[in-house]
């Protein structure tokens, strides 16, 4: 069977949740039997979000390949069995970027190079390139219609449709239905209008997603059908939801899996949902709660640790508690003699990647106080970076111990760059990033926790352990229970004197999903509601 293809586009505003949904759909139509791709295509001209400020576009989601991704690359690994690739998103950069590489080598044999067709070729060249062992490609164009950037992707999508027909393109919009309080009604109007924009760039959507915070009546989703049309049928409520694990379920009652099988001349399998039911019930329905104090440097935008917010929350779900993400400024009183008065509640403390130096003295505190009080601990690249920082200086004595990254002149230097990174100065793509491979050691919590020999995880990052460092630390009480054998890199340390105390330089938050918690955050959260339950004793 030809693969089918869904396009998703989003009007009226940014932020939508145009990701979100697009992994639903993938969720709920993999659930019906079928083989699905999920692909984004990002309308901004940096080659890749991986020198982009986390407050510009949320965390930078990793790839098992290596690729610095857009963040809605983790909602589709999330909701569905798919691993993504560097080939699952696109930039405008990176299709520009590939369109003059090819320009300067010649081949294009002295034609004038155009958006289209060349840019066009381009974006549809990328998504088919993905089709291959999948029924499904539900590909999503981000920015909103009426960008001038987002245009070529649209009219490569188009051109899609005339290829190959309504039997085998499919065009889902995301809009927004606000409610106004002072008029007390739903407006349609908005969606109207994005509907007309999408239309006079040549695309009528087949199906509207309408973003509100309740559901549509029949009424308004009739008067939306009859000026975008539509099918009434195909006017789906995107309610706001407690929890996004509950938005398949919504779309499922709503009836879009069906409707896409039909308009796509797919057959209707059935669905079997029951796990997915059940997972959300325990999340909606916790028998107790857990307080994790979350300390870094973005936390004005939440967006910026996302697969970290969700790993905590997949954490909880076995034991059925609700876990509380409390976002703490590393800067300003973390910094101080005030560390001890902000983290005196915390069940559980965790520091996440980042980058420079700015807040690492309030990390650093907040893991003496984890240390020193036996409030368990997880460090996540720069968070292992610090508390090896940390332990050096307040366990081990060596005063003013510090990383190469913040202070390059320091005595000693906990932390150097990559040996493969010396003399690299480019931001962009240059770090140790992808999956490697880690061997455990056996008498270790790590090894208890993953009950395997080897494990393999996702990295980001541009630092590496001294082994200089490792007797004088090791002489004191670290445990290194995690190496990369073929350079013999540090992957994970842990305290022998404390009851979870564990700092991994790869990312783990990358490789959770909500039927499957990662097993660090499971046991973290454990460890953190056993730390509660004692503290009330």
């Known amino acids: 069977m030809p693969s089918k293809y869904i396009f998703i586009t989003g009007g009226v505003v940014s932020s939508l949740g145009k990701g979100v949904a697009a992994a639903s759909i993938g969720m709920l139509l993999e659930n019906r039997g079928y083989r699905v791709a999920l692909q984004k295509f990002d309308p901004y001209l940096n080659v890749d979000p991986g020198t982009l400020s986390p407050y510009q576009h949320g965390e930078v989601f990793v790839t098992d390949d290596g690729a610095e991704t857009d ?23 990176r ?11 010649g081949d294009f044999l002295g034609k004038t190079i155009q958006v289209i067709p060349h840019v066009t070729d381009e974006i549809k060249n990328a998504i088919y390139s993905i089709s291959d062992s999948f029924d ?3 590909v999503e164009i981000g920015g909103t219609v009426g960008d001038i950037e987002s245009l070529p992707f649209l009219e490569a999508i188009r051109q899609i449709r005339q290829e190959l027909g309504k039997e085998n393109t499919l065009f889902i ?6 409610f106004i309080p002072a008029a007390g009604e739903l407006k349609t109007k908005p969606t109207q209008h994005s509907v007309k924009e999408l239309r006079e760039i040549g695309i009528q959507p087949d199906i509207i997603l309408c973003r509100t915070d309740r559901f549509l009546s029949k009424e308004i989703k009739s008067k939306i059908a009859l000026f975008t049309n539509v099918p009434e049928e195909a006017v789906i409520t995107a309610k706001d939801v407690n929890t996004v694990y509950e938005i398949p379920l919504v779309f499922s009652q709503e009836g879009i899996d069906s409707i896409i099988l039909k308009l796509l001349n797919l057959d209707d399998k059935g669905n079997d949902l029951n796990k997915w039911v059940e997972m959300v019930e325990k999340i909606k329905n916790p028998v107790d709660e857990v307080d994790i104090y979350l300390i870094g440097k973005y936390t004005g935008l939440t967006d910026s640790y996302k697969s970290l917010n969700e790993a905590l929350i997949h954490g909880g779900i076995p034991f059925r508690l609700k876990v509380n993400i409390i976002w703490t400024s590393s800067e300003g009183g973390m910094e101080t003699e005030e560390t001890e008065e902000i983290l005196k509640d915390a069940d559980g403390i965790l520091i996440p990647g980042g980058f420079g130096k700015r807040g690492i003295e309030g990390m650093i505190n907040a893991i003496r106080f984890a240390r ?30 510090n990383s190469e990254e913040f202070d390059p002149d320091t005595e000693y230097k906990i932390f150097l760059k990559l040996r493969e990174l010396k003399g690299i100065e480019d931001m962009g793509g ?95 959260i454990k460890a953190c509601y056993d730390h509660r339950i004692n503290k009330k004793k």
């Open 95 to 105: 299709i520009y970027n590939a369109i003059i590489n090819k320009e300067r080598k």
């Open 430 to 524: 240059t770090m140790r990033l992808g999956k490697y491979r880690c061997v455990l050691e056996k008498n270790s919590l790590a090894y208890k926790i993953y009950q395997k020999d080897e494990i393999w995880e996702r990295h980001r990052h541009r630092y590496e352990f001294n082994p200089e460092m490792e007797k004088i630390m090791a002489s004191n009480g670290l445990k290194i229970t995690g190496r990369y054998p073929e350079k013999n890199l540090v992957e994970i340390i842990e305290l022998s004197n404390h009851p979870w105390f564990i700092g991994c330089q790869f990312h783990p938050e990358f490789k959770s999903k909500p039927l499957d918690p990662h097993p660090l955050f499971k046991s973290f």
């Open 71 to 93: 963040l809605d690359l983790g909602h589709y690994e999330r909701f569905t069995s798919l691993i993504t690739s560097k080939e699952n998103n696109w930039t405008a950069g």
């Open 372 to 401: 020193e009080t036996k409030t368990p601990f997880f460090g996540i690249c720069l968070g292992m970076q610090c508390a090896s920082i940390e332990f050096a200086r307040n366990v081990c004595n060596l005063k003013n111990a």
């Open 173 to 178: 919009h995301l809009t927004l239905v606000p």
């Open 136 to 138: 499904i490609v539900i």
